[in-house]
């Protein structure tokens, strides 16, 4: 579903818009009932533990780098949601040589969620062109929503890191 969402949100016109907040908002919700449907039957993987957060990064990061380039996020907030996922998925692939497979924690959890909110918000509250949907108080929210995301991925990078540095502390 990435690549239709970045060809829809690429577009200007406000139907491609809707477009490519629906496709984000399903592929979101199904990630996350693909997670929760995993759990309760009891089909977790290490395939699944590695996959899933690759595929949560890959649309949110997607979007991120849109939304970037179309100047409604600021690039730092970007480069810092990058950072952190490469520095993750540096102590993933430092578990994984060790034999170890480390699954997404709840701050994790949380950050993606909030990331994905902030994703849908500002592509719903501030348009490519044109007005915001709902005027400047809208923007305003979109943008406390981005930067509560902001926040939480720089909390749920160092606690990540805190709480695997045994893996690489030999490194």
Not at 12 to 33: G, K, N, R, Y
Not at 78 to 107: N, P, T, Y
Not at 121 to 147: F, H, K, N, R
Request: aromatic share 8%.
């Amino acid at each position: 579903m990435i690549p239709v969402f970045v060809v829809f949100a690429l577009m200007e016109a406000q139907w491609a818009q809707i477009v490519a907040l629906v496709v984000f908002c399903a592929a979101s919700l199904t990630d996350m009932l693909d997670g929760q449907i995993a759990r309760r039957r009891g089909l977790v993987t290490n395939f699944g533990k590695f996959i899933d957060p690759i595929a949560d990064k890959l649309l949110v990061m997607s979007a991120l780098v849109v939304l970037v380039g179309q100047g409604r996020m600021p690039s730092w907030v970007c480069i810092l949601m990058l950072a952190r996922e490469f520095a993750i998925s540096g102590f993933r692939l430092v578990a994984a040589d060790a034999g170890k497979v480390i699954a997404a924690g709840w701050l994790g959890k949380i950050k993606t969620v909030t990331q994905m909110a902030a994703v849908i918000l500002l592509l719903l509250l501030t348009p490519v062109s044109g007005e915001p949907l709902c005027g400047q108080p809208g923007v305003i929210i979109a943008d406390a929503v981005m930067y509560v995301s902001a926040a939480m991925t720089v909390w749920s990078g160092v606690d990540y890191i805190v709480r695997n540095f045994s893996l690489i502390h030999d490194f």
